[in-house]
């Protein structure tokens, strides 16, 4: 399943320096899983608030993706609208 949510890494992004942290370029939300047993949820939240970005929580296991997709599409969708010009 993952493999259809995850585009595969090149080998050139190794080499490749980043001038800034896209975090600071881009619009990002994070989605915080409530039922994840692999990370801590506050550890999770504690990240994102670093980190900056929109944070909403979903009842949801480690991998929000598969187990929540209409969370990550709307997340998806939220911030393309807080973007669009």
């Not at 080499?15 to 047993?37: F, I, N, W």
């Amino acid at each position: 399943m993952l493999v259809v949510c995850h585009r595969p890494l090149a080998a050139e992004a190794f080499a490749e320096a980043a001038p800034v942290a896209a975090r600071r370029t881009q619009q990002s939300r994070g989605l915080a899983a409530t039922a994840d047993r692999t990370v801590d949820h506050q550890v999770e939240r504690f990240g994102y608030r670093r980190a900056g970005p929109a944070t909403v929580d979903v009842e949801s296991s480690h991998l929000v993706t598969p187990s929540r997709p209409e969370h990550v599409a709307e997340s998806i969708q939220d911030t393309v609208g807080s973007t669009a010009h």
